[in-house]
């Protein structure tokens, strides 16, 4: 068993296992627990005891030291392609907060244009968990394994007084992380969900919605599979399917859209015609809008359980980008992250969480908001 020494949170530690293990040298700055690094387990095992013990049933008081007191968390959704990612980074700036994942691809290792991982420079600094971490030949991590880890990553952040600040759109993950008592048996979003629904949740949440009307939300994202085509992304699935060829060795990476879209055209003979590569962006593009639209189903499932969410509306910041008007700050500032900065500080004000937030100058606030 190699050893590698560094320093890591509590929840870094749960991941380290599922680290690529063939990369013991990158080094990483954490917190203050030296570790060993052991060889990688299924991903199963880390959540079977969770499944066992709890049967999915378990309160965050599990993790916390006083368990009538609620972890106070920031929780964006919203279709793909709306501006979540941007406006978790904002509001991590703003409040002193981390942003963790709760996108089902995108917790792999892997592919990162054709999955939209935020860039790094994108991300200016602010922390990001669960974020292409895990090694995606480790096994698929369903609703109940996001649970367990998120958990911890909630109670680490929390307790070092930082502001938890969950962002993806997986609303399956969304639901199994924040609901007080979770099912992993049930289907949250099936025809009879609603009406049996418990809408008490987990952490004391504030909920933003970033939404985009549906018709504009559509002709943006097959521009944005364009732009991720010019981005490399077709040279970024060439790569994988040659180490990986026709091989289902990544059950939840493989289901990342362009990877099944360009099976045949990287791994059939004769298959990299002309025909079938627009045919595999054409369904790329379809696909995306019809995941935009599940995505919006699921959400509005989870206002009628009960959730209390916020909705912005990034239509005009969506539609001036289409008209080549660029990334304009006005319509983002005015619509999305002005009325979201307010929400979350009348949500911090509502009890002291111990947050550091812009009151006590310990935060600047991101160009977007602040610039006139």
Not at 63 to 91: C, F, M, N, Q, Y
């Amino acid at each position: 068993m190699r050893i590698l020494t560094h320093t890591v949170t509590s929840s870094t530690a749960l991941l380290l296992p599922y680290f690529t293990k063939h990369k013991p040298q990158r080094r990483m700055y954490m917190s203050t627990t030296a570790i060993q690094l052991q060889h990688p387990r299924r991903l199963r095992d880390l959540y079977s005891s969770y499944e066992r013990t709890a049967a999915g049933n378990v309160s965050s008081s599990a993790h916390r030291k006083d368990p009538t007191e609620k972890e106070a968390v920031v929780v964006i959704i919203g279709a793909t392609g709306t501006g979540k990612s941007k406006l978790s980074v904002e509001l991590s700036s703003f409040f002193s907060g981390e942003v963790l994942n709760s996108d089902k691809i995108q917790v792999y290792r892997g592919l990162d244009i054709t999955t939209n991982k935020i860039p790094i420079p994108e991300r200016q600094g602010v922390p990001h968990h669960l974020l292409g971490e895990l090694d995606p030949a480790a096994g698929e991590l369903p609703p109940a394994g996001f649970r367990a880890l998120a958990g911890h990553v909630i109670s680490d952040v929390s307790a070092r007084r930082r502001l938890p600040v969950l962002a993806g759109g997986s609303n399956s993950f969304v639901h199994a992380l924040l609901s007080e008592r979770y099912d992993p048996k049930s289907d949250p979003f099936g025809p009879a969900a609603v009406e049996k629904a418990d809408g008490r949740l987990r952490y004391r949440c504030c909920f933003l919605w970033v939404h985009v009307e549906a018709a504009v939300l559509a002709e943006y994202l097959d521009r944005r599979v364009d732009e991720m085509v010019a981005e490399g992304m077709v040279e970024e699935l060439e790569r994988y399917f040659a180490v990986e060829g026709e091989a289902k060795r990544h059950p939840g990476l493989g289901k990342a859209i362009g990877v099944p879209e360009f099976l045949e055209y990287f791994t059939r003979r004769g298959g990299r015609t002309a025909s079938a590569y627009e045919a595999a962006v054409a369904a790329i593009k379809a696909n995306t809008r019809r995941l935009a639209e599940e995505q919006v189903r699921k959400i509005e499932r989870l206002a009628a359980m009960g959730w209390p969410l916020r909705k912005v509306d990034a239509t005009a910041t969506v539609a001036e980008r289409l008209a080549g008007k660029g990334r304009t700050a006005a319509p983002w500032r005015r619509d999305v992250a002005g009325p979201s900065v307010a929400a979350v500080e009348r949500f911090l004000e509502k009890k002291d969480d111990g947050v550091r937030c812009r009151r006590n100058r310990t935060c600047v606030a991101p160009p977007s908001i602040l610039i006139a």
